[in-house]
């Protein structure tokens, strides 16, 4: 139980393009989900929280406004980088947990973005 | 806010020895204590975690223990096997603020 995914698993884009990243909690619902974005040999870095119905909570340092982040059911979120540029490029992981920030947290496969 | 300090960042050991990680944390409101284990290009995984209202918990043979007077908690991994091999997170929070992750272990074990 407790099956997080992501698609795509990577994509590839051009400069200035937008891109949408979905996560899905496939058997359970989830009211919080994480989106965290992690470079080569680096930790997590956690972009923003969100919860079911309600608008993200950013980090701070990360623009609201390029990573639009959306959970309109309980079993999905999703991350659009808009107007991505190559320094955008990176892991984004999601992760997901029944409910708060002391539930276990299940981690989606993640999805390398490649910004050309 | 919460800081989590993790050493070592690289560990190398024989298989069959022991690994031990350390994580320190500065927020002693923190009570959740989790471990993930990632495997490169991987999801990270729950591995075994710990609250504040227990000293150790063990599962086969990874341990957990937490010391919340001194603010730390280790990761004990015994007859460690090649398939160990992976990077190993620590992460702290309370019941109000998202996890923070240590910078992460990379550990080594050599058949």
């Known amino acids: 139980g407790a099956v997080v995914s992501q698609h795509p698993s990577w994509v590839i884009c051009k400069s200035g393009t937008s891109v949408k990243i979905e996560c899905r909690s496939l058997d359970f619902q989830a009211t919080t989900m994480f989106w965290y974005r992690q470079f080569p040999k680096q930790s997590l870095m956690l972009m923003a929280t969100?919860?079911?119905?309600?608008?993200?909570?950013?980090e701070q340092g990360v623009e609201k406004d390029k990573f639009l982040i959306n959970h309109a059911s309980l079993t999905l979120s999703t991350l659009t980088v808009t107007s991505a540029h190559p320094e955008d490029s990176s892991f984004y992981i999601c992760?997901?947990?029944?409910?708060?920030?002391?539930?276990?947290?299940?981690f989606g496969p993640g999805t390398r973005l490649t910004v050309l | 806010g919460e800081n989590v300090e993790q050493h070592p960042s690289t560990l190398s050991v024989q298989e069959g020895d022991s690994a031990v990680i350390k994580c320190t944390y500065s927020?002693?409101?923190?009570?959740?204590f989790p471990w993930y284990k990632q495997e490169l290009g991987k999801r990270p995984q729950l591995i075994i975690d710990?609250?504040?209202?227990?000293g150790e918990k063990k599962d086969q043979r990874i341990a957990v223990t937490l010391n919340k007077t001194a603010k730390h908690f280790s990761l004990h991994i015994t007859e460690t096997q090649p398939e160990d091999s992976a990077v190993y997170f620590c992460a702290a929070n309370s019941g109000n603020t998202p996890l923070v992750f240590g910078k992460g272990t990379r550990l080594s074990v050599i058949a």
């Open positions: 710990i609250r504040s209202n227990v």
């Open positions: 992760s997901a947990s029944y409910s708060g920030f002391t539930d276990t947290q299940y």
């Open positions: 927020d002693s409101a923190s009570n959740y």
């Open positions: 969100s919860n079911e119905g309600s608008k993200a909570t950013y």
